[in-house]
């Protein structure tokens, strides 16, 4: 009443007044009616938690499947006969018509109605009258938003496989290039053996085929049906859960209706598969950046993947790496966030759930923009192959093969490893690589040495020898290449 000026209050007389009154908490009652579940509430929710408990701006992303999840569920509750086959085709038109509206972007969203699927349904409502009231008969939004999730997952999990598919086929390419090309392999970061660019590439082909194979797994897990399960203990209605599962390509029902509606483990999965490929990702980007330091200088990367220095003109430096590596840390951080939403959560379902989303969606988005930009970036790395072959040389990379070649000579290993340890330690004195050795030299160290050592300590005869499955042959690296694009096929 405070609306009222004093002035008007006196002119109006005792039965004005009391219409006045009423009038004014019919117009509450329906601004209170805004939200679809009010009917209990004496006042209406404050504007902080309005938009404290609302979702709907980041939500809104779900609408597709939400749609997809309703026009399912309608199809089921007409062939039970719950709703007649008219509501079901005013679903349909409804549903059909908000579709467009979304995909034009002429939606009306509103924070008011909370959600993705309140702010749907009330559009549905508007649009076909009754028949949207009743498509929520048999169902609640906890069934319904866990269905949604899943549904977009399992999609988002197929873009990734074949995101991670074309990565993989970049680096086939580039380690067919270089099945004999020549670098230092690393342990502790020294030189350590010779192994070719090719080997190293298809390491992480390996890697990130196991990637695969865990997105493929973990997509058997997301891909069962919550709906049925409504709030928490199912429904009374004759509701039919094989015929909703079929109609959305779910692999199964989901089993227990409490479980359904409350764990979000396929996502926390989901997570940690993707965690792992961002570490993947990243090892990579460690390795690209050592790469392109010009102190190393192995490789360069195309121009368009790197910025240069405000300040410093001749700098060129490989930004895109670097963040991949930075991004490492968010989405691993997102596993976190979802364990630890987890953990507390009595069943059935609680309003920390809807904390899932964001976490989950921006896993799937930094994942598929950052293996979409490294699946083209890694076709244009530029192998500078002389200083490979240079670093390779350098650091006395071919010992373990002249031990080797003692061994084969007939000493026992450990006095051969003494009496290389004892030719490297000259060379080094001498500036020299073993090969650049006399022959009278090398002999000093074990007489069984002969000419054909040279053979031994050349780095392609080094690499060569190393011909057995998963070695770093040439011709292990081709059959390796072989392996994996058939498996990819
Ligand atoms: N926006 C909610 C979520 O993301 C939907 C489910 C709401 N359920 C409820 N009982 N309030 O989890």
Known sequence: MQEFPDLMLRLLNRRELLEISTLLIMTDQFARKAHAWSARFSEPVSELVK????SVDFDKRLARVDIQGSLAHAVMLAKVGVISAQDRADIERGMQQIASEIESGRFQWSIDLEDVHLNIERRLTDLVGDAGKRLHTARSRNDQVATDIRLWLRGEIDTLIGLLRELQLSLIEQAEKHCATIMPGFTHLQVAQPVT???HLMAYVEMFARDAERLVDCRKRVNRLPLGAAALAGTSYPIDRAMVAELLGFDAIAANSLDAVSDRDFAIEFCAAGALIMTHISRLSEELIIW???RVGFIDLPDRYCTGSSIMPQKKNPDVPELARGKTGRVTGHLIGLLTLMKGQPLAYNKDN???KEPLFDTVDTLQATLRIFADMMLGVEVKADRMRQAAFEGFSTATDLADYLVRKGLPFRDAHEAVG??????QNA???L????LAVLQGFHPSIDADVFEVLQLEGSVASRSHPGGTAPAQVLAAVAAARQRLS
Not at 51 to 54: L, P, S
Not at 422 to 427: E, F, G, L, N
């Open 51 to 54: 938009r404290y408990t609302a």
């Open 197 to 199: 660019f090719g080997h």
């Open 292 to 294: 392109m330091s010009a």
């Open 354 to 356: 809807q904390e899932d």
């Open 422 to 427: 004892a030719a490297v330690r000259h060379a």
């Open 431 to 433: 500036g020299v690589d």
């Open 435 to 438: 090969s650049q050795l006399s």
